[in-house]
């Protein structure tokens, strides 16, 4: 299984962006796909989540109703579109997969067996 993150780059207070998360190898060990961000002297943190095969999808309650995990079965892509963003946002942003959780465990690092490579995002005010 590996993993493809872009789509990260520098955007003004309230812009958008949107990352992509490209899934090669797909098997049950990619049924969860999730997006965390780590910011300089933080710890890792939950974004978002979706099931790639029931939709179902979670957010962190600080980003609800301003970012959107979806997803493309052709071209094995998950994205997370950004809007709103705030300065706050800034991080490097790492998609991950793992095989199918229940929808509490899909914010916990833990149910994560593969990661990408980080994408820089990057929120000036």
């Known amino acids: 299984v590996q993993l493809q993150a872009s789509g990260g780059g520098l955007v003004q207070a309230g812009g958008s962006l949107r990352l992509s998360c490209s899934v090669s190898?797909?098997?049950?060990?990619?049924?969860?796909i999730g997006w965390f961000r780590q910011a300089p002297g933080k710890e890792r943190e939950f974004v978002a989540a979706?099931?790639?095969?029931?939709?179902?999808?979670i957010y962190a309650d600080d980003v609800k109703g301003r970012f959107t995990i979806s997803k493309d079965d052709a071209k094995n892509t998950v994205y997370l579109q950004m809007n709103s963003l705030k300065p706050e946002d800034t991080a490097v942003y790492y998609c991950?997969?793992?095989?199918?959780?229940?929808?509490?465990?899909?914010?916990?690092?833990?149910?994560?067996?593969?990661w990408g490579q980080g994408t820089q995002v990057t929120v000036s005010s």
């Open positions: 991950a997969a793992g095989p199918r959780a229940i929808i509490s465990f899909m914010s916990n690092g833990a149910a994560y067996r593969n």
């Open positions: 190898g797909r098997t049950f060990s990619t049924d969860t």
């Open positions: 979706i099931r790639w095969r029931e939709r179902n999808t």
